[in-house]
T-cell receptor, first 113, second 112 residues
Framework: DGGITQSPKYLFRKEGQNVTLSCEQN?????MYWYRQDPGQGLRLIYY???????QKGDIAEGYSVSREKKESFPLTVTSAQKNPTAFYLC????????????FGPGTRLLVL | DAKTTQPPSMDCAEGRAANLPCNHS???????VYWYRQIHSQGPQYIIH???NNETNEMASLIITEDRKSSTLILPHATLRDTAVYYC?????????????FGTGTSLTVIP
């Protein structure tokens, strides 16, 4: 069954703690994306990656970091520098970063204790 | 930057067609119209996209006006499971962009 998986579904962060959100896809897509969604709001791009070992900042990259060591994986770390991390985080992928349709994972909801 | 305008909410009776409008008066010649929907607390689901011709798939139909300044997503026989927020997005094809700008969309409620 092809698709995008995100884990965990819910994640809790303590003050000063870094947490990592997982995103895996078995669609053989080259491009992957991380978005943040706040209640009642649209999606905002955090980071994207067009190819392995390469990634670019989106509109709200401050306080976040990513890696792309494998084609199928694009983990997002929410660092302690991100002062308002409570949000719904969505990972997406597309065949290539050329305007192709993006397909989304189920999301991870991050809550701060 | 959202380039589309959608009504914030709509209701539709179960079994009837749901017609969701979208205005995109500043659309460029190389920009496609995409529709996604998001059921509460889930990731957005791709529905359909088109450039200038009407499109149909197993989920919906997309009607784009001749001047391309507006479009309508049609769910032919709405069910309760179609209750969701529907997003209309314009985006160029080709290596010119990287993200989908989701606005606040239309919250569709299908009523039994």
């Amino acid at each position: 069954d092809g698709g995008i998986t995100q884990s965990p579904k819910y994640l809790f962060r303590k003050e000063g703690q870094n947490v990592t959100l997982s995103c895996e896809q078995n669609l053989n897509h080259d491009a992957m994306y991380w978005y943040r969604q706040d209640p009642g709001q649209g999606l905002r791009l955090i980071y994207y990656s067009q190819i392995v070992n390469d990634f670019q900042k989106g509109d709200i990259a401050e306080g976040y970091s990513v890696s792309r060591e494998k084609k199928e994986s694009f983990p997002l770390t929410v660092t302690s520098a991100q002062k308002n991390p409570t949000a719904f985080y969505l990972c997406a992928s597309s065949i290539a970063d050329s305007g192709e349709t993006q397909y989304f994972g189920p999301g991870t909801r991050l809550l701060v204790l | 930057d959202a380039k589309t305008t959608q009504p914030p909410s709509m209701d539709c009776a179960e079994g009837r067609a749901a017609n969701l409008p979208c205005n995109h008066s500043t659309i460029s010649g190389n920009e496609y119209v995409y529709w996604y929907r998001q059921i509460h607390s889930q990731g957005p689901q791709y529905i359909i996209h088109g450039l200038k011709n009407n499109e149909t798939n197993e989920m919906a139909s997309l009607i784009i006006t001749e001047d391309r300044k507006s479009s309508t997503l049609i769910l032919p026989h709405a069910t309760l499971r179609d209750t969701a927020v529907y997003y209309c997005i314009v985006r160029p094809r080709g290596n010119t962009g990287n993200q989908f700008y989701f606005g606040t969309g239309t919250s569709l409620t299908v009523i039994p």
